[in-house]
């Protein structure tokens, strides 16, 4: 009914009555411009009053002012990371010359960034925000996976270390590595010679070390005893020491053997006194070192021309 109604207005120039056009757009316009004007005074008296309609306005200002708050402590976090990141660095640096001192190969960068290397996408837990605060959470999300897989490396490469240096502690107590008797010996006695009593050449697969009979004779590191006693070629009393790793040592030629088979020795036990049984032409101690069957020179494995008597007392000025 309202759809059909029409207003007219007198209009004293033409003395008649004329219609007015649009009047409902016209009404609909003004309740909406005094409506507006309505909310705007509503809102703005709310406003003075300290939100009294229970709007919610406090509240948006104060979720504004927590958001601005948590922006900065994530930034203040990533900032800290960051300097993690540099310690973490660091910690890569030592942790290659420990494993240079623990005789591994160094973790190269190829091999540090395919293993904290990341992909690109988006973490999950960020993904609904967006603009600054969404960028700031990613950055902080990806260095913390970062450092985290980072972590993982070291700690790997660390508990490595950590069992080669306990692997290295064993292997070198039982590695051949004093003088076995003090004495004088040749350097160049390793190798094809003129044998002293037959006088033909043969190879000599070991040391000489020549001294009194009855001069103390040690075991070179730790092992157990394979054999002691009077043997049947040439070399007469002797011991042989099973050290483990594939290291054994021999001494020959000797006047008194001082320890059984299977008996465990420690570097720098004594085992015998040195005579001249066998087929030599004076009294000495020969002395190898054999690594998986295979014979070495002995003055290798020499360290520093340290013989038992200083070993232990070097041994004793570290402990």
Do not use: C, W
């Amino acid at each position: 009914m309202l759809r059909n109604m029409r207003i007219f207005v007198f209009s004293k120039s033409s003395l008649d009555f004329r219609e007015v056009r649009f009047f409902r757009t016209k009404v609909l316009a003004s309740g909406l411009l005094i409506g507006a004007l309505a909310l705007t005074a509503t809102i703005l008296i709310n406003h003075s009053a300290n939100d009294i309609l229970g709007l919610g306005y406090s509240s948006f200002s104060v979720l504004t002012a927590e958001n601005r708050m948590l922006k900065e402590r994530i930034q203040e976090f990533s900032d800290r990371m960051e300097a993690l990141e540099r310690g973490v660095d660091q910690l890569y640096v030592r942790g290659n010359e420990l494993r240079l001192l623990a005789d591994l190969e160094s973790i190269d960068e190829d091999t540090r960034r395919a293993a904290v290397g990341g992909g690109t996408m988006l973490p999950a837990s960020s993904a609904f925000l967006t603009g600054e605060a969404g960028e700031i959470l990613d950055n902080a999300q990806r260095l913390i996976e970062k450092l985290s897989r980072e972590v993982r490396l070291q700690h790997s490469s660390y508990s490595q270390i950590t069992r080669k240096f306990q692997y290295n502690e064993k292997f070198f107590a039982h590695l051949p590595a004093i003088k076995p008797m003090g004495g004088y010996y040749s350097i160049n006695a390793f190798g094809m010679r003129i044998h002293p009593v037959l006088r033909v050449y043969r190879m000599h697969s070991g040391v000489d070390i020549t001294n009194d009979i009855g001069t103390k004779v040690y075991a070179t590191a730790d092992g157990v005893i394979r054999y002691a006693g009077r043997t049947n070629g040439g070399y007469g009393i002797a011991v042989e020491i099973s050290h483990g790793y594939g290291y054994a040592t021999f001494y020959a030629h000797l006047s008194k053997v001082l320890v059984r088979r299977g008996q465990t020795v420690k570097r720098g036990e004594l085992i015998a006194l040195s005579g001249r049984s066998g087929l030599v032409s004076g009294p000495h101690l020969h002395y190898e070192v054999r690594l998986n069957g295979v014979k070495q020179n002995p003055v290798d494995y020499f360290f520093d021309d340290l013989d038992a008597a200083r070993y232990r007392l070097q041994l004793a000025k570290a402990q």
